[in-house]
């Protein structure tokens, strides 16, 4: 077969697992030959391509981002995109494109395998872990320990100063990074945007906290969203109709400050979360993900993304992953208020 591949949307850790483990899956078991389109969907619409052969692959399993780069470009938003990219693919006499993103990624695989009966097999990729139909996604796991790590260096400086830190994280529409993150670095105080929140119970929640130990951590997710906040409908937005969200982390430091008049910072991890090498999970994430795409276009099972199900590899439809966020789930949300929540309003009331 002639397979094509292509990484779409922001990059994250283990997209080069990925990339790696199709090349050695193609190349060894099937002789097959691979060629990569750059640049995400802008690639199959102008014809980006770069022939990838094993020795693309050495030394790339323990770097971050990806060797035949990434864009947000949506097809369906250029005009005869789709149709280019239709054209392109059988230009290049390609069987079989593997296409790696998250929902808008997986979304135009999905519209392409619709309307044009695409051979297109997609493989799950965003480091907000909200793709449906998959426990997992690789690049989540790197990222909260980014998150972590980030955490334990401000609780000693937070500790030092008796001050408030606010730590803003990625997460647009589920604030799984904000949670799990939060979790293990010892959060005070966990603001997603599954839940809108009300400024004054943060305030007199860090107002206990302050009391008892002297400073508060806050990690709130960059979707997370003061109660009764209206968008601005003429905020600036990608291709694909997301606007581009930042700084709720400065609004809510200065808030908490305004609010209990507690000395209060705030930090933004931004790309940080993204970037450098994966985890030895999201490597081998990575690596069933590639291995498992390649057999699945032998098998021409087109449509289908492969996806983590417990601790097995299989594959659904793609269907299935774009057509609603997966967000934090409830009880596990619940959980945390131990923390900062119900806990604290017992308290407060007392």
């Given amino acids: 077969m002639r397979l094509g591949i292509l990484t779409g949307g922001g990059d994250c850790p283990g997209l080069n697992n990925v990339i790696r483990a199709v090349l050695f899956q193609a190349i060894k078991k099937y002789g097959d030959e691979v060629l990569g389109y750059l640049y995400g969907w802008k690639g199959p619409i102008?014809?980006?391509?770069?022939?990838?052969?094993l020795l693309d692959a050495e030394g790339i399993f323990n770097q971050g981002g990806t060797i035949i780069k990434s864009s947000r470009t949506n097809p369906y938003k250029v005009e005869g995109g789709q149709q280019k990219v239709m054209d392109n693919l059988k230009l290049n006499k390609i069987d079989a494109l593997i296409a790696i993103g998250g929902e808008d990624t997986c979304g135009v695989a999905d519209k392409l395998v619709k309307d044009f009966k695409a051979p297109i097999i997609c493989v799950p990729k965003t480091i907000d872990n909200d793709l449906n139909a998959t426990d997992q996604t690789f690049g989540f796991d790197t990222s909260i320990s980014i998150v972590c790590d980030a955490l334990d260096r401000l609780h000693t400086t937070a500790r030092s100063h008796d001050r408030v830190l606010v730590l803003e994280v990625m997460g647009r529409h589920a604030g799984w990074i904000a949670t799990m993150g939060g979790i293990a670095g010892a959060?005070?105080?966990?603001?997603?945007?599954?839940?809108?929140?009300?400024?004054?119970?943060?305030?007199?929640?860090i107002k206990i906290r302050k009391k008892e130990a002297g400073y508060a951590i806050v990690v709130v997710a960059e979707g997370a969203k003061f109660a009764n906040e209206e968008i601005l409908k003429d905020q600036e937005k990608d291709a694909f109709g997301?606007?581009?969200?930042?700084?709720?982390?400065?609004?809510?430091?200065?808030?908490?400050?305004?609010?209990?008049?507690?000395e209060t910072r705030s930090t933004t991890l931004g790309h940080i979360q993204r970037g450098g090498s994966p985890t030895a999970y999201d490597r081998v994430l990575g690596t069933r993900y590639g291995l498992k795409a390649v057999d699945l276009a032998h098998e021409k099972k087109f449509g289908r993304m492969v996806s983590l199900q417990g601790n097995k590899i299989v594959d659904v439809d793609v269907r299935?992953?774009?057509?609603t966020l997966k967000t934090v789930d409830k009880e596990l949300y619940a959980q945390t208020k131990v923390f900062f929540g119900d806990e604290i309003k017992q308290k407060v009331k007392a």
């Fill in 320 to 323: 299935d992953a774009v057509g």
């Fill in 46 to 53: 102008n014809n980006l391509i770069k022939p990838l052969t």
């Fill in 242 to 262: 997301h606007v581009k969200l930042g700084g709720i982390g400065d609004r809510l430091a200065k808030a908490i400050e305004a609010k209990t008049g507690f």
């Fill in 187 to 205: 959060a005070d105080y966990i603001l997603v945007p599954e839940y809108d929140f009300d400024i004054d119970k943060v305030a007199e929640a």
